[in-house]
Nanobody, 123 residues
Framework: QVQLVESGGGLVQAGGSLRLSCAAS????????VGWFRQAPGKEREFVAA????????TYPDSVKGRFTISRVNAKNTVYLQMNSLKPEDTAVYYC????????????????WGQGTQVTVSS
């Protein structure tokens, strides 16, 4: 199975940018579709972005479309989430997840999860 470790979170002012990384080990990340989710205090975990195994397909919810970009470098066993124009409502713990199936947007479609990285956006 694959292990996932997120990094790159931190504190940023509104309008700023952060790039999150999801490093995979144990199995090649290219064997999986990968998604990013986030969970704010008192809220359910929600979908943020997903990318297919090859990187040829991506999908986003309207809340982040045009601001967030997911990408992957399979040779580096890493998936990225570039977050621009951050807003206070983007504050959450961000998780990456791997799916054995195709690109997916639902939590139950993912088989492996990282521990998360905190992103805090100040106003």
């Amino acid at each position: 199975q694959v292990q996932l470790v997120e990094s790159g979170g931190g504190l940023v002012q509104a309008g700023g940018s952060l790039r999150l990384s999801c490093a995979a080990s144990g199995r090649p990340v290219g064997s999986y579709a990968v998604g990013w989710f986030r969970q704010a205090p008192g809220k359910e975990r929600e979908f943020v972005a997903a990318i297919s195994r090859s990187g040829g397909s991506t999908t986003y919810p309207d809340s982040v479309k045009g601001r967030f970009t997911i990408s992957r470098v399979n040779a580096k066993n890493t998936v990225y989430l570039q977050m621009n124009s951050l807003k206070p409502e983007d504050t959450a713990v961000y998780y990456c997840a791997a799916a054995r199936g195709l690109i997916a947007t639902q939590r139950y479609e993912y088989d492996y999860w990282g521990q998360g990285t905190q992103v805090t956006v100040s106003s």
